[in-house]
C-alpha cells in the first residue's frame, strides 16, 4: 500500500532550522498535491504548507510564511520541508499527506498520511 515516510525531526532551540523530508512509495506525487501538516499536544492537526508537484504553486499557513519553504523532487517521490526561525509555538509532531479530496490543500481532507516526526523547538 502506499507508504508517507517522514524524517528530520529533532530537537533545537529557538532560531534554529531543521528540514523534513516526506519520501513516497508506491504513491507517483507527480501531479498531486502534497502536504505538510502539524498537531501539538492538545490541539488539533493543523495545515502548515502544500505544493501542487507539477508546478511551481504553494500555499502556507499564516504562521510559518517567511520562515518555512515547501519543495519537491519529483524524480526522488520525495517532498521537503526547510523550517527556519523556528519557535517554541512549532513544536508539534509534523505529518505528510498525499491525495488530496477536496479543494483546499490546507485542509486535512487528504488520503494518505505518514506516521509523523516529532519537532521540538526549545526557548
Known amino acids: 500500500q502506499v507508504q508517507l515516510v517522514e524524517s528530520g525531526g529533532g530537537s533545537v532551540q529557538a532560531g534554529g532550522a531543521l528540514r523534513l523530508s516526506c519520501a513516497a512509495s508506491?504513491?507517483?506525487?507527480?501531479?498531486?498535491?502534497m502536504g505538510w501538516f502539524r498537531q501539538a499536544p492538545g490541539k488539533g492537526r493543523e495545515g502548515v504548507a502544500s505544493i501542487y508537484t507539477s508546478s511551481t504553486f504553494t500555499i502556507y499557513a499564516d504562521s510559518v510564511k517567511g520562515r518555512f519553504t515547501i519543495s519537491r523532487d519529483n524524480a526522488k517521490n520525495t517532498v521537503y520541508m526547510q523550517m527556519n526561525s523556528l519557535k517554541p509555538e512549532d513544536t508539534a509532531v509534523y505529518y505528510c499527506?498525499?491525495?488530496?479530496?477536496?479543494?483546499?490543500?490546507?485542509?486535512?481532507?487528504?488520503?494518505?498520511w505518514g506516521q509523523g516526526t516529532q519537532v521540538t523547538v526549545s526557548s
Open positions: 499527506a498525499a491525495g488530496l479530496e477536496g479543494a483546499n490543500p490546507l485542509s486535512t481532507r487528504y488520503t494518505y
Open positions: 508506491r504513491y507517483n506525487i507527480r501531479g498531486h498535491y
